[in-house]
Nanobody
Framework: EVQLVEFGGGLVQAGGSLKLSCAAS????????IGWFRQAPGKEREGVSC????????YFLDSVKGRFTVSRDHAKNMVYLQMNSLKAEDTAVYFC??????????????????WGKGTLVTVSS
């Protein structure tokens, strides 16, 4: 069974940092473009960032550029989202998702092959 699991969310004060991790079972993340998405209360889900199978990186939101960094650890089969200088408007459930064999342009348009259940990030102002 394929599973994506996000962890590392929590409560942080504005200006603080969190590092989200995306772990996989039943698939090799190296074979997938990995997207990070988020859904704030009462809002639609939006794409945040992506790392392609060739480690190309894209940030879909101007608001996170310079603050968020996506990375991949091939040996550990993990993908990360380092979030710095967090703001109250970053509060959301963050999801990682996987799209087989393609790049961030395809991630931006979807649909994705696999989704995690999400991890809640709450930024207090």
């Amino acid at each position: 069974e394929v599973q994506l699991v996000e962890f590392g969310g929590g409560l942080v004060q504005a200006g603080g940092s969190l590092k989200l991790s995306c772990a996989a079972s039943g698939l090799k993340l190296d074979d997938y473009a990995i997207g990070w998405f988020r859904q704030a209360p009462g809002k639609e889900r939006e794409g945040v960032s992506c790392i392609s199978t060739s480690d190309g990186i894209a940030y879909f939101l101007d608001s996170v550029k310079g603050r968020f960094t996506v990375s991949r650890d091939h040996a550990k089969n993990m993908v990360y989202l380092q979030m710095n200088s967090l703001k109250a408007e970053d509060t959301a459930v963050y999801f990682c998702s996987a799209l087989y064999g393609l790049g961030c342009l395809q991630v931006a348009h979807g649909p994705m092959d696999h989704w995690g259940k999400g991890t809640l990030v709450t930024v207090s102002s």
